[in-house]
């Protein structure tokens, strides 16, 4: 069965660049990268794992790269992007660098686990696992958020989760 694409995603892609380009970044099996291309959206599908992204090959509008986002070696974004999402991964040198591949007006939708999901299960590292606010914290000074929520959700599955989703400031 096809997992749904997350409803964070979904109440905010449409603020994305119609036919724009996204980076779906550690999109794994590519449910993002799936729906975002359905909806017209060329997708750049990043993840390390073949076997997981191979459900994407073929898809019009999905070209997958295979890469290691937690290499001793920074990744080397290709292209800047209308839009950026991420689902459910955490590393943080990424961070602040996913605001810089940003077009002007880009939008990033970005949602993962936070502290107190250990009471649930996986992730339980306190490495993978934002502080309360952190994303908040991180994007406040380089993108004007649009919205922001963490705590308790209980679909799909209980998780603590914190979401945010902000848009590059429009440069002239």
């Not at 993978?128 to 914290?137: K, V």
Request: aromatic fraction near 8%.
């Amino acid at each position: 069965m096809q997992e749904l694409p997350s409803a964070w995603i979904v109440k905010f892609a449409p603020l994305i660049k119609s036919q724009g380009h996204v980076l779906d970044l550690a999109c794994g099996s590519g449910r993002h990268a799936k729906w975002l291309a359905l909806q017209g959206y060329q997708v750049d599908a990043l993840d390390r794992d073949p076997i997981a992204t191979s459900s994407m090959q073929g898809i019009d509008g999905i070209r997958i790269q295979q890469i290691d986002l937690e290499s001793t070696e920074p990744p080397n974004f290709e292209h800047t992007y209308d839009g950026i999402i991420v689902s459910r991964y955490l590393h943080r040198p990424l961070l602040t660098r996913l605001a810089s591949i940003l077009k002007s007006g880009g939008i990033l939708i970005y949602e993962t686990f936070m502290r107190g999901n250990e009471r649930y299960g996986k992730p339980s590292n306190p490495d993978f696992l934002l502080m309360p606010d952190e994303l908040l914290n991180i994007y406040s000074p380089l993108l004007n958020v649009i919205d922001f929520e963490q705590g308790e959700v209980l679909e799909p599955k209980p998780a603590m989760l914190q979401r945010i989703c902000a848009k590059k400031k429009i440069e002239p």
